[in-house]
């Protein structure tokens, strides 16, 4: 595989982040006089993005509400417990010491992503930033993964999605790149089969 790009996941690929979103998540649900979740289970709803999640615990008449109410608390404080996972900023400095264009792909919201990645100090390693709602569509849709592509001209035989997911799984193969799954992360994957099986985030360093 002659390498040009990577496409990394966020949550559960780059940064170790769900338990933050467990203590937003249940500040939401105590708002609404709604049943706390143990912190340790949001490890498996984390991937969809926040209207993926909030759907888990509110119905359609109180999803956006409680959506709205999530993104304050998870807005106003971000980063308390979220760190990127040991190893990641080494492979991301030799990656891009290689010349490899990295770019993030995620379902979170494109500000509130751009705004972790600057607090953990990981935003130079990246040429390019997709949130859930940077297009009109998301994660699985191959449409992001496309456009990353296309802004940083490289073909899908010369890309990798990384990522923990079926979601991420899935846009890698509906967008024609070769796909890795990050066994450091959450690990939702029953469906897709990963080209590459990633044990540590150094192990990006065998692709290039």
Not at 86 to 107: M, P, Q, S
Not at 111 to 136: A, H
């Amino acid at each position: 595989m002659y390498l040009k790009a990577v496409l990394f996941d966020l949550d559960g690929t780059l940064i170790d982040s769900y338990k933050d979103i467990g203590i937003h998540l249940n500040k939401t649900l105590r708002q609404f006089g709604r049943q706390q979740v143990d912190i340790e289970d949001v490890k498996h709803m984390v991937g969809g993005g926040a209207r993926e999640l909030l759907s888990r615990f509110f119905s359609d008449e109180l999803l956006e509400e409680a959506l709205e109410v999530f993104r304050e608390h998870y807005m106003a404080e971000p980063v308390c417990y979220t760190k990127p996972f040991e190893g990641v900023e080494e492979a991301l400095k030799y990656l891009k010491d290689r010349g490899i264009k990295l770019a993030v792909v995620t379902n979170k919201m494109e500000s509130l992503s751009s705004f972790i990645l600057e607090k953990l100090g990981l935003t130079d390693y990246f040429c390019c930033l997709v949130g859930g709602d940077t297009y009109p569509e998301k994660k699985p849709s191959p449409l992001p993964l496309l456009e990353v592509m296309k802004s940083v001209r490289v073909s899908p035989e010369e890309a990798i999605m990384i990522g923990d997911t079926d979601t991420d799984l899935k846009a890698g193969r509906l967008a024609g790149v070769n796909r890795g799954l990050a066994m450091w992360g959450y690990v939702r994957v029953k469906e897709e089969k990963p080209d590459f099986i990633l044990e540590s985030p150094l192990d990006l360093k065998k692709l290039v």
